[in-house]
């Protein structure tokens, strides 16, 4: 029997049998059952922001693991409290936390917080193609037609809007509408940004009804984009903000903020979760950022990424149409509905990549990329998407 035979056996097959089986890492690079070495340009979904086994996270997690793993939701403890108070003091804004464990349960609860603000008669406007997570209230909002619409009905009034589109959301935005939700940039859409003032544009709309503006930084937040968040970037203060994937640097973690207003809805009781607050994911989570702020990582994800960025615009081949995104995640605009090739192609060259859409690549490496791997990409990319057989 093959790994792949065993996955196959004990797994449901909503995944399908994964290229690679991996051992362990080390940096950017990982290594896989056979001995291949890769460099990591995905990071797990966006979620290895200081790469594989860091010093600094492995510390931080073993000390914390020997000390206490778990302390449950009725107590506390001190990383959690901590980590609480360092996430409100890198927003800059007054807010009031909620631990869960992974981005939907984030989402999930962002999602209780407008059902309880609003009613259960107001309507919730989402974007098209946007991407929330898998729990049905997550999913509710989730704009992906294509994972969303097995699974309805979901008896609550959301509308779909453009993605990026100021005038459609601005129409949809009126007294009826409970909350705005939004991906700062689309990720599983294939790392769209929005144009520059929609944000602004949403928190607008949302004023002018006293609806509630929801962004999901799943996966821009922690410096992925060279901001601990990318709704700095405009300056714009959401009332409810989601986080989670590179946060815990690996480790599970998520987690919603209310800020305001909207960091007291829930009364004592209404909302809770058995792992929430775990003193290991929050000391992995105050390890990264610490080291975030150490070793200047949001500046060197905006270095590393325009050197990203810049080089991949500078490859002139027949299946590149361009790059988009920002900081270290970008997505590769192919012109054709080649990205599962292409990422075979990438593996084959030692290169780990996603196929986001049919014809767009995903990158997402960890924050600690250097110059030099960033390079050796850029220097591979021509032969890789010669590699591609259609
Ligand atoms: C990944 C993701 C989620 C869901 O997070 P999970 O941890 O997979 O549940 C939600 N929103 C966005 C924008 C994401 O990228």
């Given at each position: ?8 056996a ?55 693991v ?158 992925r984009t ?79 990424g325009d ?26 605009m ?27 690549i ?14 050796s990409?850029?220097?591979a ?10």
């Amino acid at each position: 029997m093959t790994w792949q035979d065993d996955f196959k056996a004990s797994f449901m097959p909503n995944r399908p049998v994964p290229p690679v089986l991996l051992t362990h890492g080390e940096g950017s690079t990982v290594w896989d059952s056979e001995g291949n070495a890769y460099l990591d340009l995905f990071a797990g979904i966006a979620v290895s922001s200081l790469g594989h086994a860091h010093p600094a996270l492995v510390a931080a997690v073993t000390a914390q693991v020997g000390r206490i793993a778990h302390v449950g939701p009725l107590l506390t403890s001190e990383p959690e409290i901590r980590l609480a108070q360092r996430l409100i003091e890198l927003i800059g804004v007054p807010g009031k936390v909620f631990f869960c464990n992974s981005g939907t349960e984030a989402n999930d609860a962002a999602f209780k917080l407008i059902r309880k603000h609003a009613g259960p008669d107001k309507y919730i406007v989402a974007m098209e193609n946007g991407f929330h997570g898998r729990t049905m209230g997550a999913l509710a909002m989730t704009g992906k037609k294509a994972i969303r619409e097995p699974f309805g009905p979901y008896g609550v009034d959301v509308r779909f809007v453009p993605y990026g589109d100021a005038e459609a959301l601005k129409a949809a935005v009126t007294d009826g509408c409970a909350a705005v939700i939004l991906e700062t940039t689309q990720g599983e859409a294939g790392v769209i940004p929005a144009p520059a003032g929609y944000l602004t544009a949403a928190r607008q709309a949302c004023d002018a009804v006293g609806a509630l503006l929801v962004l999901d930084e799943i996966q821009s937040g922690i410096g992925r984009t060279g901001t601990w968040f990318a709704h700095q970037h405009e300056g714009v203060i959401p009332d409810i903000l989601t986080l989670a994937k590179g946060l815990g640097g690996g480790i599970p973690i998520g987690l919603v903020i209310g800020f305001g207003p909207a960091g007291d809805i829930f009364a004592p009781g209404d909302h809770g979760g058995t792992f929430g607050g775990n003193p290991v994911a929050a000391s992995a989570a105050l390890a990264v950022l610490d080291t975030i702020e150490r070793d200047g990582l949001l500046a060197h994800a905006v270095k590393i990424g325009d050197l990203l960025s810049a080089g991949i615009a500078g490859v002139d081949h027949p299946l590149l149409a361009g790059v988009r995104g920002s900081g270290l995640w970008l997505g590769l605009m192919l012109t054709e509905p080649v990205a599962a090739q292409v990422r075979e192609s990438a593996q084959r060259a030692g290169f780990l990549v996603n196929n986001v859409q049919a014809d767009a690549i995903r990158l997402a490496p960890p924050l600690t990329l250097t110059a030099e791997e960033a390079r050796s990409f850029i220097d591979a990319l021509p032969a890789i998407l010669d590699g591609v057989t259609a």
